[in-house]
């Protein structure tokens, strides 16, 4: 969660504060569909897919180290391509047929939610 404070100082200038403070939350689950070659090739992923039949799995959450236990959940669930796991910012992109991305997404929600305590967001897609 990140939190914004705005002051002002005695010199009368605007003062900004922002930090980070640590919660169990999802922030992002979004599902890109049959995504553009372009797309693939600028994340740096695998560029043999199917396009028409693939998909794009994002999540963000935090604590950032989560991104390693969703992605051995997404592994775990469907036969899924990880692309990118990042631990110091909780990003996650994997890709694979559409319908494994879905069920791969969802049940890392499910998991983290039900079994964690974590605060989800919606599945959003394109």
């Known amino acids: 969660m990140n939190l914004l404070n705005i002051g002002a100082s005695a010199e009368g200038k605007m003062r900004i504060i922002q930090e980070t403070v640590p919660g169990k939350q999802v922030t992002l689950a979004h599902i890109i569909a049959s995504p553009g070659e372009i797309i693939y090739q600028k994340l740096g992923l695998n560029p043999e897919l199917d396009y028409k039949q693939s998909a794009i799995g994002i999540l963000s959450m935090c604590p950032s180290e ?33 319908s494994n991305v879905q069920s791969a997404v969802a049940n ?19």
């Open 66 to 98: 989560i991104s390693v236990i969703a992605g051995d959940i997404a592994m775990k669930t469907a036969p899924i391509e990880i692309g990118f796991i990042d631990r110091f910012s909780g990003t996650l992109i994997f890709t694979g047929r559409i």
């Open 108 to 126: 890392i929600l499910a998991y983290l939610k039900n079994n964690l305590g974590f605060t989800v967001c919606e599945i959003t897609r394109t």
